[in-house]
């Protein structure tokens, strides 16, 4: 039964059949959502359908008749069937999304997960075209919003006092106009990233930062034993002002890096687009800087450029002062510098959250509707988070991040200095 002929045969019906058509249509929606997940398992041991993957010893073993509880009932399915090859002989294997399917609880954390990663509401090309498209989102969207409510209490309540966390990233993604969430990941001495937490306010104004760092350091969250952070932020004026309100009063020795990647689009809404191939060579040569002394080279070649181009993008620069080049003073081996010199790693979990909140059509800002979005989706990247590259080189960066060294704390310049000749870069 497609759209028009459900929607025909509810004017016609009393609430009592109203009702018992809608659940009939969202079961059959939670069926093609379980058919596409045991499709995607079976692609991910197999590969794609008719081919065989020479590198795995999983082939496809046909189907067989089962029945899965959906509701209040059962309903008849084919299984999809997945064997190994043991040689001469061969193993049946039992796919993890048909034990979760025999599993009604897990079958709703499975279902859930399908939705966030596209199977339903918006995304319903990928489901058959003619049944029911649009019609269920609403009521789809209300099984998983019960699931995220549980998420959201999970990474608010997360202890954070043994992840041994070297590097803090914090950045802000907006929502919609007038509502913002501002995120913390962490990187841990192994160079594992972990989602720490995040806060939503109508903006990344120092309050949402100073309360989002306070609930981190309530969870546990401090430096390794003998250590100090390194903090990379996007460097907008909240979060500077929130480092400085918050994060420094806590863990008043961590080193401030400004993220290299948000400074240079920065600059680039200063000038000219005929200036931003220059730009960008300029601040890749800066990225790929061994040290401090050659950073400092670097920094002053963009001073130059920049000195007849645009004068606020000349004041932007001078602004962010030692913390463009706070990193490079911890002589860490520079292989480290593609992870650490930006809020990438934020970034890219950003990523996936903006293709999904593409489907709201409106926020609502005096519910949780923005926390469960964000928390589900952070936590769910969370799960294909791999090491930093360079992670192998993390012990030397614990090393420079010991609490007797004299490395930087960050911090503005004055507007008015070079940065060549600035006592606060000269002096570190």
């Not at 390794?224 to 907008?236: E, H, M, N, Y």
Request: glycine share 6%; with cysteine.
């Amino acid at each position: 039964m497609n759209k028009t002929e459900l929607s025909a045969c509810l004017e016609q019906a009393d609430s009592k059949e109203a009702g018992a058509l809608l659940r009939s249509a969202l079961r059959d929606k939670m069926r093609e959502a379980l058919m596409e997940i045991f499709e995607e398992e079976v692609q991910g041991l197999c590969g794609s359908s008719h081919s065989r993957d020479s590198k795995t010893d999983y082939y496809r073993a046909g189907s067989s008749p089962a029945k899965v509880k959906l509701g209040a009932q059962e309903h008849a399915i084919r299984r999809p069937r997945v064997r190994k090859s043991l040689g001469d002989a061969s193993a049946e294997k039992h796919l993890a999304s048909w034990k979760a399917a025999k599993d009604p609880e897990a079958w709703e954390q499975s279902l859930y997960r399908a939705i966030l990663c596209g199977v339903s509401t918006r995304s319903a090309n990928r489901l058959h075209e003619g049944e029911l498209k649009g019609l269920s989102k609403s009521t789809v969207s209300r099984l998983w919003a019960t699931k995220a409510k549980a998420l959201i209490d999970e990474m608010q309540q997360r202890d954070l006092s043994d992840l041994g966390i070297l590097v803090v990233m914090l950045d802000g993604i907006y929502l919609c106009e007038g509502l913002c969430s501002v995120a913390a990941i962490g990187i841990d001495r192994n160079g594992a990233k972990h989602v720490l937490g995040f806060k939503t306010g109508s903006s990344e104004n120092s309050e949402v930062c100073r309360d989002l760092v306070g609930e981190l350091h309530r969870r546990g969250l401090r430096p390794v034993p003998g250590k100090r952070f390194l903090a990379v932020t996007d460097g907008s004026n909240a979060l500077k002002n929130a480092l400085k309100n918050a994060l420094l009063e806590l863990y008043p020795d961590t080193v401030t890096q400004r993220c290299l990647v948000h400074k240079e689009r920065n600059l680039r809404g200063y000038l000219s687009k005929r200036h931003w191939a220059d730009i960008a060579r300029l601040f890749k040569r800066l990225r790929k800087s061994e040290g401090k002394d050659d950073a400092l080279e670097r920094l002053a070649d963009i001073e130059v450029f920049l000195q007849d181009k645009n004068a606020e993008a000349l004041k932007s620069l001078k602004e962010a002062g030692p913390d463009l080049i706070a990193f490079f003073a911890l002589k860490v081996p520079s292989t480290l510098n593609r992870s650490l010199l930006s809020t990438n790693s934020i970034e890219n979990a950003f990523l996936n959250l903006r293709r999904h909140i593409g489907r709201v059509c409106r926020w609502r800002s005096n519910t949780d509707q923005a926390d469960r979005w964000v928390a589900s989706r952070l936590l769910l990247s969370e799960k294909t988070f791999h090491r930093i590259p360079g992670c192998d080189d993390m012990d030397k960066l614990e090393a420079a991040l010991a609490s007797s060294s004299k490395v930087p704390h960050g911090g503005p310049s004055k507007s008015g200095n070079s940065l060549e000749s600035s006592p606060e870069l000269i002096n570190q």
